[in-house]
């Protein structure tokens, strides 16, 4: 822990030669307090030392808290001084690094907004300089990972209801969950037909042990919660303001709602203003944050200032494994784990391919880590690094993320139940505004316009998504394209010079699925290229360029229908520059012809489900799983919820 680092704190000259007994008589007032190295200085007030820590007031109202051993010898020795004293303040707050807000302890007249705090005062400086950088490139793959298992739960969570929106207008914004601290909050937004038209943020804290509501709280912003802290008051929110960059700290015991400190994590020289798209408390001490250009920063809580910092691919969502330990990465081509605690890359390997819009989740029990990457779903065994499971699940979107409810089951797009083992599309669970998986847990929020809500843990899947599995898996035609069977191959779309080439890549693949050519299969592998068509394509900081696009295809096709299809094209829509290279020049030769390697690096699925009655590619995805669960709001004790099969 380093004290606070503000641009704003003047160095103030204070005289070597101090007698004992002016510093027991000036023990209430400011000083300027130094740690053991002599590079950070604050002026601040004593408030309290106790289990080898001291508690210091800053001049502005807020408080911070050290180890004593930290201290510079001058302040080591003033407090030993001190502690002589017969008459000295006891510590009545017992709060922490981040106290709640006691009458006295600020000189800051606080201004009132429905129940919470109406400013949290200045934005506080961030000093970059003092944050180590780490770079990504530098590590050599290498991956030997030793699995976090997650700590159980010494009770079951409950559901727990939600009132009512306020008005049409009301969104839930965000739910932040800690099942351990036994929270959980939801947050709303409204800014539209409000009295005074002014925005208004509504926090709901409820508990998870007991199932009942502890608090309801309203201030005037516009505002959503990104994390919960271990102690389970103190909320990390994030400015829904356009253009605003600013994070907050609130604190939320009960009904009033602390608004306690705000800070901007931009680092100088990013290009706009990136936003914060991933927050998490990894202790109680320190936070991560990922932003919109892919900076991942770690903070230190007391002092709201970044330690260290690295880049990751900008569309990359990352994940915390069960512990706080470990941080889930993609970075060019490669995935890797981040130690939270040491500062350092701990494990990084190449991805099969290039992988776009990345997002990642542990598995409950620590043994695996998950990824989707726009159309495909990666699975590794998190102690080797090997690919447990790598397909694609054609018709559903997976740019939303991805929850692991279960070890053997992951939620998509937070409503698609994926069976791992078989690679099934198994059961939708469709109605839920927010969804997270947290060890083996999964709460859904639903909060309906006029009735009230309710956030509900379950264990997926539910008895009837397991008993219609049991079934489908005993169905002899359940799948109409896996390995062993035969299937129609038709290039005839191919230019000429180039059919040979694509067949022989397209056969090779399905022999590597043990899958034989047979002109008489129910199912075709067919293969298509169109174009070229003239574009112009726009790309960020770079401009406009005229194209010439062709497009590449490849489906499956059962009783004339489109079961499974993969598209590709000659001209990419993201393109890595290097200093030497032009994009003109680079889209300029791409645009010559289509990109038949497209062929050569096409992953085929190794199952694909018979079609479901009328179910067609690209129609509801629900309608090509085996079934389906409206979640509807109820505040049993955690449960599997019911359904219907299809």
Same mark, same amino acid.
């Given at each position: 822990m380093s004290l606070i680092r503000h641009s704003n704190i003047f160095p103030i000259i204070t005289f070597t030669l101090l007698m004992a007994l002016g510093a027991v008589a000036d023990a209430d007032d400011a000083r300027t307090w130094s740690d053991a190295t002599g590079r950070f200085k604050i002026e601040a007030k004593l408030v309290s030392q106790k289990d080898g820590k001291v508690k210091l007031e800053r001049t502005d109202g807020k408080s911070v808290e050290i180890d004593i051993t930290k201290l510079s010898e001058a302040d080591q020795k003033y407090l030993k001084e001190l502690e002589l004293n017969p008459f000295k303040t006891t510590d009545d707050d017992g709060k922490g690094a981040m106290p709640a807000k006691k009458e006295g302890m600020s000189a800051k007249k606080e201004t009132r907004s429905g129940n919470g705090s109406a400013n949290p005062g200045a934005t506080q400086n961030v000093d970059w300089g003092g944050s180590s950088e780490v770079d990504i490139s530098s590590y050599g793959n290498g991956w030997d990972v030793s699995p976090v298992v997650p700590e159980e739960l010494d009770y079951v969570p409950k559901a727990v209801s939600l009132p009512k929106r306020v008005d049409f207008f009301e969104k839930l914004q965000g739910v932040v969950i800690h099942p351990k601290a036994r929270r959980v909050v939801a947050g709303y937004m409204w800014n539209f037909g409000v009295k005074n038209k002014a925005p208004q943020t509504r926090l709901v804290l409820s508990d998870l042990n007991t199932g009942r509501e502890r608090g309801e709280g309203v201030v005037y912003a516009e505002m959503a919660p990104l994390a919960l802290h271990p102690d389970g008051e103190l909320l990390l929110m994030k400015n829904l303001k356009r253009g605003s960059p600013n994070l907050e700290l609130w604190r939320m015991p009960n009904n009033h709602i602390s608004r306690e400190r705000t800070f901007a994590p931009i680092r100088e020289g990013s290009f706009g203003r990136p936003e914060v798209q991933y927050a998490r408390f990894l202790d109680e001490n320190s936070f991560v944050l990922k932003d919109s250009s892919g900076l991942v920063s770690i903070w230190d809580l007391s002092t709201l200032q970044p330690v260290c910092h690295f880049s990751i691919d900008s569309n990359c969502r990352p994940a915390l494994s069960a512990d706080g330990s470990m941080l889930a990465f993609y970075k060019d081509e490669r995935i890797g784990l981040f130690g939270t605690k040491s500062h350092e890359v701990i494990a990084i390997?190449?991805?099969?391919?290039?992988?776009?819009?990345?997002?990642? @989740?542990f598995s409950p029990s620590g043994e695996r880590l998950a990824c989707t990457a726009f159309d495909a779903l990666l699975v590794w065994e998190l102690e080797t690094g090997e690919i447990y499971r790598d397909f694609v699940l054609e018709g559903i979107v997976l740019n939303s993320g991805v929850e692991y409810s279960h070890d053997n089951f992951v939620l998509l797009g937070k409503r698609y139940l994926v069976e791992l083992e078989s690679m099934i599309k198994l059961w939708d669970y469709h109605g839920a505004e927010n969804v997270q998986a947290i060890d083996g847990t999964t709460y859904f929020s639903v909060s309906p316009q006029n009735s009230p809500g309710a956030i509900m843990p379950t264990l997926l899947p539910h008895e009837g998504a397991r008993e219609a599995l049991n079934a489908a898996l005993n169905e002899p035609d359940l799948f109409v394209f896996r390995e062993g069977v035969n299937v129609q191959l038709d290039t005839s779309q191919i230019p000429g010079s180039h059919q040979a080439?694509?067949? @022989?890549?397209?056969?090779?693949?399905?022999?590597?699925? $043990?899958?034989?050519? $047979? $002109?008489?299969a129910p199912v075709t592998l067919k293969a298509a290229v169109s174009g070229p068509k003239q574009k112009e394509m726009t790309y960020t900081r770079s401009g406009s360029y005229t194209v010439q696009i062709y497009t590449t295809t490849v489906e499956l096709i059962y009783q004339g229908k489109s079961i499974w299809k993969k598209t590709g094209t000659n001209i990419p829509h993201f393109v890595r520059i290097q200093s030497n290279q032009n994009l003109g020049d680079i889209l300029s030769k791409a645009s010559k012809q289509p990109a038949y390697q497209f062929y050569d690096n096409l992953a085929l699925p190794k199952f694909v489900q018979k079609p479901v009655g009328d179910a067609k590619l690209n129609a509801a995805p629900g309608g090509q799983t085996i079934g389906s669960s409206k979640v509807v709001p109820t505040t049993s004790t955690r449960r599997r919820p019911t359904g219907r099969s299809r």
């Open positions: 390997q190449k991805t099969p391919r290039r992988l776009n819009f990345t997002n990642f @989740a080439k694509v067949e @022989a890549s397209l056969r090779n693949k399905l022999s590597e699925l $043990d899958i034989t050519v $047979d $002109d008489s």
